[in-house]
């Protein structure tokens, strides 16, 4: 089952919501001056009453002045202070909430780097940044404004509780009798608020992806002219989440009215109670008056709470989400000892790294996908001593890239071992053998920014001139010399900018600035007319020598000159030798080979 379509079907678990208090700790501080300030909030809050009570008894039914100025005083120090409290938490909570959405972005960030190549094979982009964008966002949120107004709550309504009590205990029993009514509702509710709220994230991971594919197939859509069928789609995923949204909506609108009810009920009995007490004189009107204004004010935290509650249980399925992405493990990653070594891909410890020289041998090494139970490679042996040029042939799917990433180790081999200089790879990190193989894609892709910034990224470190002799050597400077603002040339994202031969020829020179031990040509000229080809063909004859090369192969004239081809056919490789031994032999390649030559003079 592909990754993103997994169920989230867990009830509320306290140890789901544990996960998050790792992204919490870094800013405790924080965390504590929140607490501390909203804490002091909620009792201003209780307090408040008490001071009406005390102005009723004292000034009002007294008849006099006496003491008020001093009253007045301390009541003013008292609201002051209670104002200053609100905007060091506020200001707490929204700083809070954008370090933890930081935080947990940079987190996701960082753990997709880490994740192989199978990852990608079976996850959208669009379920990818639902969870790293909107996820994150609404656990931070929720973390640093919901968490704070149900603790203001929480310790208002407590607080109002005891006050009651202490002002008459038979009064304040009523209010109490609202808590069992609502934690039978919340115990109700809570299961189906969120099991419809993880529908709804579902959806919206659906309507993302469609709009990443909407965006980056634009062009497409236009030439076969489906818009009408894209937005008949879009519209039916908008749809079902509307319909999800509601849903949920409307059972969060049950919920908080019949708390409010419970709540208004104990009130109204309160009220004529306690009025039939003053009437007899068994309470003081400015008791009943804190009372009733305890009664009245304690409706809003309780609706608070409840709100919160029900956003906090459809938050877990964010949390779910987000922890499933962090979970992820790679399928291929280094042992600890090997990191001990040698450093992971973010803290690299290049002193420890030995030189490469190229050496490769597939050690009866048989190999499945990982979403696949056939076996795509089977006891498979080859030795290709450094600088030697591999040639891979075949019809498209016949799982020519198979070898090409095994040997790059972005997947590793499920039975035998793979040897780089006459060691087991993974013995050594993936970052080594990856930082000493520069490869081309057959569709290249450019990242956001100049012409000079791409090549660059070939080698961070590369100076201005080994950018532009990196150019040169593939010809790819005749490219940047047309262009008006020539290597500070904006390419646009993906480098929409530029014709594919014009990123291709990019690509060559990002990859031959590395100066790689090992170079991978993946169908790279595939997409080239023939005067780039011809150019490419000339620099990397230059280029090649001395490298260990695999080449993957669509125009089998480029492959004359490999020490090695290898057929592949149905994942099997079917022939191997060089270019005139397979042609003598008159099998498959040589039928590759008729074929093409027939279909390049006919057209």
């Not at 120090?77 to 954008?98: D, H, K, N, P």
């Not at 400015?286 to 309780?302: D, K, N, R, W």
């Not at 979970?327 to 891909?345: F, M």
């Not at 569709?443 to 100049?450: A, C, D, I, Q, V």
Request: include cysteine; charged fraction near 20%; charge should be neutral.
């Amino acid at each position: 089952m592909r990754i993103d379509e997994q169920e989230y079907t867990k009830n509320f678990d306290i140890r789901i919501w544990k996960r998050v208090l790792p992204f919490l700790k870094p800013f405790k501080k924080t965390v504590a001056l929140i607490l501390v300030f909203n804490l002091t909030c909620s009792l201003v809050d209780i307090v408040l009453p008490l001071f009406q009570r005390y102005a009723i008894n004292h000034f009002i039914n007294a008849k006099t002045l006496n003491g008020i100025w001093r009253f007045g005083l301390v009541y003013l120090a008292i609201v002051l202070f209670q104002f200053i409290s609100v905007v060091i938490f506020t200001r707490g909570s929204a700083s809070l909430e954008m370090l933890v959405s930081k935080t947990m972005k940079r987190a996701c960030f960082v753990h997709l780097q880490k994740l192989s190549f199978s990852y990608y094979n079976v996850t959208p982009v669009g379920y990818i940044l639902s969870r790293v964008m909107s996820d994150t966002d609404r656990i931070a949120g929720m973390t640093a404004w919901n968490f704070t107004d149900m603790m203001w709550a929480l310790v208002y309504v407590l607080g109002v509780f005891v006050a009651m009590l202490a002002l008459n205990w038979k009064l304040a029993l009523i209010i109490m009798l609202i808590v069992p009514a609502l934690a039978l509702l919340t115990w109700y509710f809570q299961n189906k608020i969120l099991r419809w709220n993880r529908h709804v994230r579902k959806i919206n991971s659906k309507i993302t992806n469609g709009y990443n594919e909407g965006i980056m197939g634009a062009q497409t859509s236009k030439t076969l002219v489906i818009e009408d069928k894209n937005l008949k789609e879009f519209q039916g995923l908008t749809s079902q989440m509307r319909s999800a949204a509601v849903h949920a909506a409307r059972l969060s609108a049950v919920y908080v009215p019949l708390i409010l009810f419970c709540g208004a009920l104990a009130t109204a009995i309160v009220l004529g109670r306690g009025g039939h007490m003053v009437q007899e004189q068994l309470m003081l009107i400015g008791t009943l008056s804190a009372f009733t204004s305890y009664a009245v004010g304690i409706f809003e935290p309780i609706q608070q709470l409840a709100r919160n509650l029900a956003e906090l249980i459809s938050m877990q399925a964010n949390i779910e989400r987000v922890m499933t992405l962090l979970d992820q493990e790679p399928t291929v990653s280094d042992t600890p000892e090997v990191i001990e070594k040698y450093g992971d891909t973010f803290n690299p410890k290049k002193e420890n790294w030995e030189p490469i020289r190229g050496d490769i041998e597939f050690q009866d090494v048989s190999f499945h996908y990982p979403d696949g139970n056939e076996e795509v490679l089977s006891h498979f042996n080859l030795k290709v001593p450094a600088g030697t040029t591999i040639a891979i042939v075949g019809e498209t799917g016949a799982g020519k890239s198979t070898l090409v990433n095994l040997a790059c180790r972005f997947f590793e081999p499920t039975g035998g071992k793979i040897l780089i200089d006459g060691r087991d790879y993974r013995e050594r990190s993936q970052l080594w053998l990856h930082s000493n193989i520069g490869y081309v894609l057959q569709s290249p892709h450019l990242f956001s920014g100049t012409i000079e910034e791409n090549i660059r990224y070939g080698r961070l470190d590369a100076t201005d001139e080994d950018i532009r002799a990196a150019a040169r050597a593939v010809s790819a400077d005749q490219v940047v010399e047309r262009l008006e603002k020539g290597y500070q040339t904006d390419v646009g994202e993906g480098g929409s900018r530029l014709s594919t031969g014009e990123k291709q020829l990019l690509s060559f020179a990002r990859a031959i600035i590395a100066d790689p031990a090992i170079f991978v040509l993946d169908e790279a000229t595939s997409s080239i007319d023939t005067q780039t080809e011809q150019l490419i063909q000339k620099a990397t004859e230059k280029l090649l020598h001395g490298r260990t090369s695999f080449i993957i192969a669509h125009r089998l004239s480029t492959i004359r000159h490999a020490d090695l081809i290898l057929v592949v056919r149905d994942g099997k490789i079917i022939e191997q030798g060089k270019h005139e031994e397979l042609l003598d032999q008159k099998g498959y390649y040589y039928h590759l080979c008729r074929q093409q030559f027939q279909e390049e003079h006919s057209a």
